[in-house]
């Protein structure tokens, strides 16, 4: 039989190792959040310029400390069951590209354009990343999609720069 002490400790140990785990949890859950949540780097020499026969738009709003772009990209009569598309942010000072984590969305407006099908509803995306701060470099940097559907991709230089949402 255990004695009292020894219990003691043996509760002691349990409850240091519990909070050995939960302590590992909430840096795996950190860890998580901003690996999902932070813009990337982007390689785009992969991605010719889109043909004009894409039809976008782009909109960008600073709202509860985020920077939010949304929008669609669409050709008519492309299907677009396999659709991936990314936003990014191009500096044109360093030619480099980040890529802000972007999210698929429906949009019924795309479907309603002339000539377009209903599948370009599915041509709709959303993305975020934390505010650019006033007089940053990413303030001048320009919203870019990198246009991926049915097998044909294309990067679309929108010329609307992070910094106009603000």
Not at 2 to 16: K, M, N, P
Not at 88 to 96: P, Q
Not at 101 to 108: D, L
Request: net charge negative.
């Amino acid at each position: 039989m255990l004695e009292r002490s020894d219990r003691t400790r043996a509760a002691r140990v349990a409850a240091a190792l519990a909070a050995g785990i939960l302590a590992c949890a909430a840096l795996l859950a950190v860890c998580l959040y901003l690996s999902l949540s932070l813009p990337s780097e982007f390689d785009a020499s992969g991605w010719p310029e889109a043909e004009d026969s894409v039809v976008w738009t782009v909109e960008t709003k600073c709202e509860n400390g985020r920077l939010y772009v949304t929008g669609y990209a669409v050709e008519a009569g492309l299907r677009m069951y396999e659709v991936n598309t990314r936003i990014l942010l191009y500096d044109a000072g360093t030619g480099r590209y980040l890529e802000l984590p972007t999210q698929m969305s429906v949009r019924e407006d795309a479907a309603a354009l002339p000539g377009m099908g209903a599948d370009a509803a599915f041509g709709g995306f959303c993305a975020s990343a934390p505010v650019l701060f006033p007089g940053s470099a990413a303030q001048d940097s320009e919203v870019c999609i990198a246009w991926d559907a049915g097998g044909q991709r294309g990067l679309i230089h929108t010329g609307r720069k992070a910094g106009d949402a603000a």
